[in-house]
T-cell receptor, first 115, second 113 residues
Framework: EAGVAQSPRYKIIEKRQSVAFWCNPI?????LYWYQQILGQGPKLLIQ????????DSQLPKDRFSAERLKGVDSTLKIQPAKLEDSAVYLC?????????????FGSGTRLTVV | TQLLEQSPQFLSIQEGENLTVYCNSS?????LQWYRQEPGEGPVLLVTVVTGGEVKKLKRLTFQFGDARKDSSLHITAAQPGDTGLYLCAGDSGGTSYGKLTFGQGTILTVHP
């Protein structure tokens, strides 16, 4: 089966600019996650979708970050305006179900550098 | 906030040696997963453990979930250069956080030929 697709792979922007990332999960996977991974750290959950509804966005900096999954399939994550500390890899993952035992399948990520 | 502490943070060994990576928490998890991540790629799931005391083997890798479901270990026998990477443990606390994984900070393993 096709994996989780993410684009772009790399992005360099100046602080205060906007940026958007796209994710297409594995077909049929109801649960979609966006994680932020800062260099040298483990991934940190930003937002979890179940179909097109938000399950958990408690760690999403809502003053600058937004995400949507309008048709319950692909998703976009936006940052506006970007700060230097947003430099990280943004990982999208999907899972068939949120039940324990269903592991995540991660995309290759988007590496964002804010200068 | 539930935390997962991994140790060691860095591990540099010679090919053929054995190693163990630990993942500890003060919280109980309904399941725990181990992932391996290579540079420029997303984490890849290695195993999921669900039952306290559970032991799973994947070729030269042995995973154990603590009896109290608060800790886990990953043991690699006769490490090979291809085992090099970032190893991450991640716990699912269940309940209202169903499906939400908390990741440890990772262990960077380097196996020298």
């Amino acid at each position: 089966e096709a994996g989780v697709a993410q684009s772009p792979r790399y992005k360099i922007i100046e602080k205060r600019q906007s940026v958007a990332f796209w994710c297409n999960p594995i077909s049929g996977h109801a649960t979609l996650y966006w994680y932020q991974q800062i260099l040298g750290q483990g991934p940190k959950l930003l937002i979890q979708f179940q179909n097109n509804g938000v399950v958990d966005d408690s760690q999403l900096p809502k003053d600058r970050f937004s995400a949507e999954r309008l048709k319950g399939v692909d998703s976009t994550l936006k940052i506006q305006p970007a700060k230097l500390e947003d430099s990280a890899v943004y990982l999208c993952a999907s899972s068939l179900d949120a039940t324990p035992g269903y592991g995540y399948t991660f995309g290759s990520g988007t590496r964002l550098t804010v200068v | 906030t539930q935390l997962l502490e991994q140790s060691p943070q860095f591990l540099s060994i010679q090919e053929g040696e054995n190693l163990t990576v630990y993942c500890n928490s003060s919280s109980v998890f309904s399941s725990l997963q181990w992932y391996r991540q290579e540079p420029g790629e997303g984490p890849v799931l290695l195993v999921t453990v669900v039952t306290g005391g559970e032991v799973k083997k994947l070729k030269r890798l042995t995973f154990q979930f603590g009896d109290a479901r608060k800790d886990s270990s990953l043991h690699i026998t006769a490490a090979q250069p291809g085992d090099t990477g970032l190893y991450l443990c991640a716990g699912d606390s269940g309940g209202t956080s169903y499906g939400k994984l908390t990741f440890g900070q990772g262990t960077i393993l380097t196996v020298h030929p």
